[in-house]
């Protein structure tokens, strides 16, 4: 059968019926884009770097140290001068995001795709995939990256020569890199592509084309003490074996599977077409995608459910609309087809951005963790979106880690704190608190130490014991550490980010720590990590006789912690040994006498030993432990639930009442300077003794109910 001459009014009204199409499906990209246009708390993180440089602190988060936060140095760059402009961050990078968005789907749609009817299919896969849509706002680098990518396919699919043609692919290759270092295993591969089969190659315009990497690289080097930023380090020097982290990262596969399977379904074609073709860059494309998902898995994916798939998505888009090569009546029917599992697979998404409404997020159901995972958009959105913002006319997020920040500006000045989940808390806690992340992506000393609990770790929450010694050294700015091998270590790490840029003793600690001249004091750290992750392995699984060796272990390797001790008091106590349980304790607290969680541990031990040494339980066993100097809300508080325990409901009630009493003392409690950690404390005692009162009550009136 022939095919339809040109001209013929079918093919003149399909026309006309297909470019306002592909108009409609921009607009439907950007409506949904806005709509569902958020901030997350990560974002932030990179924020407050801005906001100090801004106010003439440096590019640095704790102003008091030289450290690379960000992954994404020309985002950072990016933004900066714009948020000098708009004196805001919240709404300035939403519509920031927006327009890169905007002008990707442009050159998608009308550069690249050969017809309107593919461009007009490209816009609509882009705006029902929930992974493209999320993180074409989120704070995050994602709508700079997806342009940059854009521009770089578009580059290396013409062939331009001379210095101009040498130098555009080779500048937006760096450009890529400096947003998002990882994704040089997108676009290397069409790099080299490009090169192998260009008629020159104008090595002065390769060198220019460079030069921006190269020049942050060593900058990095020379201002930040290191090459690579110190997310990379905090998020990849973990120690955690390679199988767990693949076996996450197939998990994070799994959850684009099920939660947007559309996102799924178009990587998958998008390799396939790749690999079918064998001309133009597809297939080279195909092999940066597959090389950037491999290594999304070897890394064990991330927490942000969809965050590493929106580049390849993308590309994967380009390579499907490139190698859609049929004509006349039969692609007409291909194209409707497409488009009807692009739609079907949209819209059975769970997430969808065209289903989800305003009030997405609100119902804690539907955002639960899933190993580890989470639609990070359902979470943020109630409290940190365009349009919660617009409707309550407040254009700061919503979150109580905000207030948190918002407190310390005000309470915490000059005060050094520990905090986890610090991107709006340490934006907005402004620059004269000094913040130790615990999960180390700001910290550059406790970046390079292992994670502490390998039992249990979150992907992208590697959580670090602080070393004894470690906050101290930071609030009186002198080396504290107790354990020698970490001071040292410590000595090096702060002479390189806090010392004079040009002195030598800081230069030499730079080539240390980039040397692996600590290699002794980190190999300590992690052989300490391991035998505290078999000793959590063992606990977990029931058995903790097993358990006790690892932590002794823990506690002969690295003797100033106090964690192998308070664990080991625990297995000891699970194992029936009060005697050795109540010295483990006691060898804690001596070692970190102001840990909450250590302090109420020691009430159960003693409650444990008394309960052993008195014989059954009754009031008058209890008297002497009651009466000792000084009283004691915690033996009150041990007491009555021992008593609780054996049914002892009346005297139970009456030793708790007593502990609610002013006049008790606590047990012994270093004070933290600017936080009232005793208050605290008295505070979590005494929730405990009304939680127990509550109980009691609840059954005497459970009891009074049978015998009516």
Request: glycine share 8%.
């Given at each position: 059968m022939n095919r339809e001459a040109p001209g013929r009014p079918s093919e003149a009204l399909l026309d006309l019926l297909i470019r306002p199409a592909r108009w409609g499906t921009l607009f439907l990209l950007l409506i949904l884009v806005f709509k569902n246009a958020w901030v997350c708390d990560d974002a932030f993180i990179s924020f407050r770097s801005i906001d100090n440089w801004i106010n003439g602190f440096g590019l640095t988060w704790n102003i008091d140290e030289r450290v690379q936060v960000f992954t994404h140095a020309l985002w950072v760059f990016f933004l900066a001068p714009i948020m000098a402009l708009s004196k805001e961050a919240f709404v300035t990078v939403m519509l920031v995001s927006l327009c890169l968005t905007a002008i990707a789907a442009i050159l998608i749609g009308w550069k690249w795709a050969p017809d309107p009817a593919l461009g007009a299919l490209a816009l609509l896969t882009l705006a029902l995939s929930q992974t493209f849509v999320d993180y074409s706002t989120s704070g995050l680098e994602n709508p700079l990256l997806h342009l940059l990518l854009v521009l770089f396919v578009l580059v290396i699919r013409k062939k331009s020569q001379g210095f101009m043609g040498s130098l555009q692919p080779v500048l937006l290759f760096s450009m890529v890199v400096l947003v998002r270092p990882d994704a040089v295993l997108l676009v290397f591969p069409a790099l080299v592509w490009r090169f192998r089969n260009a008629s020159e190659r104008n090595l002065l315009g390769i060198a220019s084309g460079l030069s921006p990497l190269l020049l942050w690289e060593l900058f990095s080097l020379f201002y930040y003490a290191a090459p690579f930023p110190n997310t990379a380090l905090a998020k990849l020097a973990t120690g955690l074996d390679s199988i767990s982290l693949i076996r996450q990262g197939t998990w994070y596969f799994l959850d684009t599977v099920v939660h947007d399977p559309l996102t799924a379904a178009v990587l998958v074609a998008g390799i396939g077409v790749g690999i079918l073709r064998r001309e133009g860059p597809s297939r080279v494309l195909t092999g940066g995608i597959v090389l950037y998902l491999g290594w999304v898995l070897h890394i064990g994916g991330d927490f942000m459910a969809g965050r590493f798939f929106s580049a390849p998505f993308?590309?994967?888009?380009?390579?499907?609309?490139?190698?859609?090569?049929?004509?006349?009546?039969?692609?007409?029917?291909?194209?409707?087809?497409?488009?009807?599992?692009?739609?079907?697979?949209?819209?059975?998404?769970?997430?969808?951005?065209?289903?989800?409404?305003?009030?997405?997020?609100?119902?804690?159901?539907?955002?639960?963790?899933?190993?580890?995972?989470?639609?990070?958009?359902?979470?943020?959105?109630?409290?940190?979106?365009?349009?919660?913002?617009?409707?309550?006319?407040?254009?700061?997020?919503?979150?109580?880690?905000?207030?948190?920040?918002?407190?310390?500006?005000?309470?915490?000045?000059?005060?050094?704190?520990?905090?986890?989940?610090?991107?709006?808390?340490?934006?907005?806690?402004?620059?004269?608190?000094?913040?130790?992340?615990?999960?180390?992506?700001?910290?550059?000393?406790?970046?390079?130490?292992?994670?502490?609990?390998?039992?249990?770790?979150?992907?992208?929450?590697?959580?670090?014991?602080?070393?004894?010694?470690?906050?101290?050294?930071?609030?009186?700015?002198?080396?504290?550490?107790?354990?020698?091998?970490?001071?040292?270590?410590?000595?090096?790490?702060?002479?390189?980010?806090?010392?004079?840029?040009?002195?030598?003793?800081?230069?030499?600690?730079?080539?240390?720590?980039?040397?692996?001249?600590?290699?002794?004091?980190?190999?300590?750290?992690?052989?300490?990590?391991?035998?505290?992750?078999?000793?959590?392995?063992?606990?977990?699984?029931?058995?903790?006789?097993?358990?006790?060796?690892?932590?002794?272990?823990?506690?002969?390797?690295?003797?100033?912690?106090?964690?192998?001790?308070?664990?080991?008091?625990?297995?000891?106590?699970?194992?029936?040994?009060?005697?050795?349980?109540?010295?483990?304790?006691?060898?804690?607290?001596?070692?970190?006498?102001?840990?909450?969680?250590?302090?109420?541990?020691?009430?159960?031990?003693?409650?444990?030993?008394?309960?052993?040494?008195?014989?059954?339980?009754?009031?008058?066993?209890?008297?002497?432990?009651?009466?000792?100097?000084?009283?004691?809300?915690?033996?009150?508080?041990?007491?009555?639930?021992?008593?609780?325990?054996?049914?002892?409901?009346?005297?139970?009630?009456?030793?708790?009442?007593?502990?609610?009493?002013?006049?008790?003392?606590?047990?012994?409690?270093?004070?933290?300077?600017?936080?009232?950690?005793?208050?605290?404390?008295?505070?979590?005692?005494?929730?405990?003794?009304?939680?127990?009162?509550?109980?009691?009550?609840?059954?005497?009136?459970?009891?009074?109910?049978?015998?009516?």
């Open positions: 993308m590309l994967a888009v380009l390579v499907v609309v490139s190698g859609t090569s049929q004509s006349g009546a039969g692609r007409r029917r291909f194209m409707a087809l497409c488009t009807l599992v692009v739609v079907a697979l949209g819209l059975s998404s769970p997430r969808s951005p065209l289903l989800t409404g305003f009030d997405h997020g609100l119902d804690p159901s539907k955002t639960a963790m899933w190993h580890g995972i989470t639609d990070e958009r359902s979470r943020y959105y109630p409290v940190s979106s365009m349009v919660h913002s617009i409707r309550s006319g407040t254009y700061l997020p919503q979150h109580e880690w905000a207030s948190l920040g918002l407190e310390l500006r005000s309470l915490a000045q000059g005060r050094v704190v520990v905090l986890q989940n610090v991107g709006f808390s340490g934006y907005f806690a402004g620059p004269g608190v000094h913040i130790i992340d615990s999960f180390a992506l700001t910290d550059p000393f406790l970046a390079r130490l292992p994670v502490s609990d390998r039992s249990s770790w979150r992907i992208g929450h590697y959580s670090r014991d602080l070393p004894p010694g470690y906050r101290e050294s930071l609030e009186v700015d002198e080396n504290r550490i107790l354990n020698p091998r970490l001071a040292v270590m410590y000595r090096a790490v702060r002479s390189a980010t806090h010392g004079k840029l040009s002195s030598w003793r800081r230069l030499n600690a730079i080539w240390k720590l980039n040397t692996g001249k600590f290699g002794d004091a980190i190999r300590q750290q992690q052989e300490y990590a391991e035998e505290i992750g078999v000793g959590m392995r063992e606990m977990n699984l029931g058995r903790p006789g097993e358990a006790i060796d690892s932590f002794r272990n823990a506690a002969v390797i690295d003797r100033y912690r106090a964690e192998p001790w308070f664990l080991l008091s625990r297995a000891l106590l699970a194992k029936g040994d009060f005697e050795g349980a109540s010295h483990a304790i006691e060898q804690a607290l001596d070692k970190d006498p102001s840990r909450l969680e250590i302090r109420l541990d020691e009430v159960r031990i003693q409650a444990a030993v008394l309960s052993r040494r008195m014989g059954p339980p009754t009031i008058g066993g209890f008297r002497p432990a009651l009466d000792r100097k000084p009283r004691l809300v915690e033996v009150h508080l041990a007491a009555g639930a021992r008593l609780m325990e054996n049914a002892r409901w009346a005297d139970a009630e009456m030793v708790l009442r007593a502990a609610l009493s002013p006049e008790l003392e606590i047990g012994r409690f270093r004070q933290v300077p600017g936080i009232s950690a005793a208050r605290l404390y008295r505070q979590v005692l005494h929730d405990t003794v009304h939680q127990n009162l509550a109980t009691i009550l609840g059954r005497k009136g459970t009891h009074r109910d049978s015998t009516r």
